[in-house]
């Protein structure tokens, strides 16, 4: 019965407190307090809390209070009405996540892709893709990272048919080469950085070309229509 009444949310006090009244019979808080060595604050606290449980009763007599146990049954009761509670909170929940929930935000999605062997395996989903390339970049860091690779990834992307346009600095100008399906355009140092942005379907790529190079990679359509707009906003400029 202990741990039947623990399920309950009855504390402590209260099940020493409704048990013994269920085996001994009404008493008054002082001889509770007594018997059950329980000081008499919590007692009076328990007891009230039994009575609004509506598992414990009282009578006055002699302006003294007199608790009685109700009868076990009246356990299954307080049982259907937290059942029935339950029920309640839950389908409010339910009601407040439901508004809370965003009706037309896609979730975002983050990975981070550290090395070189990271970065390959991103630029082979670019091609896996097949969709149009926006890339702004400082420098040709994809070139001297992985040398041949580089030459690789550019065939495969023009037998795929896969458009690049790439924005670099007035710097690099005399350092890059014509491809096929590949369109420069270059601009004023001021409007780059060292890292490189990759835009290609919903995804952005954040590229740090560092010693250990590291890729952000957000899949989210708001985020890469923002850097889209940005790319689109220097190559007209």
């Known amino acids: 019965m202990q741990n039947s009444l623990a399920h309950l949310g009855f504390s402590p006090s209260?099940?020493?407190?409704?048990?013994?009244?269920?085996?001994?019979?009404?008493?008054?808080?002082?001889?509770?307090?007594t018997e059950t060595k329980l000081n008499r604050t919590n007692v009076y606290e328990a007891l009230d809390r039994l009575i609004r449980k509506g598992v414990v009763s009282f009578v006055t007599r002699n302006k003294v209070k007199w608790f009685e146990a109700k009868a076990p049954e009246s356990l299954l009761t307080l049982l259907d009405n937290q059942k029935d509670e339950l029920e309640r909170s839950k389908k409010n929940l339910q009601k407040e996540i439901k508004a809370l929930k965003p009706s037309h935000s896609p979730p975002l999605e983050a990975n981070i892709f550290v090395g070189k062997k990271g970065l390959r395996m991103l630029f082979e989903?670019?091609?896996?893709?097949?969709?149009?390339?926006?890339?702004?970049?400082?420098?040709?860091?994809?070139?001297?990272?992985?040398?041949?690779?580089?030459?690789?990834?550019?065939?495969?992307?023009?037998?795929?048919?896969?458009?690049?346009?790439?924005i670099f600095p007035r710097s690099m100008k005399e350092k890059v080469k014509e491809r096929k399906l590949l369109s420069y355009k270059f601009v004023d140092d001021a409007f780059t950085n060292p890292t490189t942005t990759i835009i290609y379907g919903d995804?952005?790529?954040?590229?740090?070309?560092?010693?250990?190079?590291?890729?952000?990679?957000?899949?989210?359509?708001?985020?890469?229509?923002?850097?889209?707009?940005?790319?689109?906003?220097?190559?007209?400029s």
């Open 14 to 33: 209260e099940r020493e407190l409704y048990l013994h009244l269920l085996s001994n019979g009404k008493s008054y808080a002082n001889k509770l307090s």
């Open 125 to 166: 989903e670019i091609l896996q893709k097949k969709k149009p390339i926006s890339i702004m970049a400082a420098e040709l860091q994809f070139k001297k990272l992985f040398g041949p690779y580089f030459e690789l990834w550019h065939k495969e992307r023009a037998e795929k048919g896969i458009k690049q346009c790439s």
């Open 203 to 236: 995804t952005t790529l954040l590229i740090q070309w560092s010693k250990e190079p590291l890729a952000i990679k957000i899949e989210n359509k708001e985020i890469t229509k923002s850097h889209l707009n940005y790319f689109n906003l220097l190559w007209n």
